[in-house]
């Protein structure tokens, strides 16, 4: 007989539990659903991967939302490489195996908005670079008195 959890196979066919991880082979549901099987057979004894499970499912408290933002903006105020660490954390809450679901998802939409806003970014920049106003500005040729005529 093969077990459901561990996936070993039982010589004794009559046998109600498993020799090897102790699971039931009379029950029919699993109450902690597939993903603890799969985490089970990685060698993850049950009760860590259901309290695993249940941290990751859990809603992110007031106080948590408050220590995010404080991560995300107050470096903002350190010179030069403040915008690294709110960058990478949003990579580390959008990737980490052991975020809460409702994080990673905000961190994910987090990033996909930062993307689109630099593209939105390089776009007006280089447009504003190829305007011939600005070009003139660049050179020293600009005159004001020309730009006043034409309005």
């Keep these: ?22 699971s039931s082979f009379r029950e029919n549901i699993d109450m902690l659903g597939p993903t603890v099987i799969k985490e089970q057979r990685a060698g993850q004894p049950r ?3 259901a309290s ?23 470096p903002l105020f350190i ?21 809460p679901v ?3 998802n905000w961190s994910r939409a987090t ?15 280089t447009s504003m670079i190829r305007n011939p106003i600005f070009q003139e500005m660049m050179t020293g040729t600009f ?3 020309k730009i006043r005529s034409m309005y």
């Excluded at 007989?1 to 102790?22: D, K, P, S, V």
């Excluded at 010179?79 to 975020?99: D, E, K, S």
């Excluded at 908005?113 to 007006?124: E, M």
């Design 1 to 22: 007989m093969i077990c459901n959890t561990c996936g070993r196979q039982t010589q004794n066919e009559e046998a109600n539990f498993c020799e090897y991880c102790g």
């Design 47 to 49: 009760e860590k991967a």
């Design 52 to 74: 695993q499970q249940e941290a990751t499912e859990r809603p992110i408290s007031f106080l948590q939302w408050l220590g995010m933002y404080a991560i995300l903006f107050l």
């Design 79 to 99: 010179p030069f490489i403040g915008w690294v660490i709110p960058l990478v954390m949003l990579f580390v809450w959008a990737f980490a195996n052991n975020t």
């Design 102 to 104: 409702s994080k990673k």
């Design 111 to 125: 990033l996909i908005f930062l993307l689109v806003y630099l593209i939105v970014a390089v776009f007006v920049i």
């Design 143 to 145: 005159d004001l008195n």
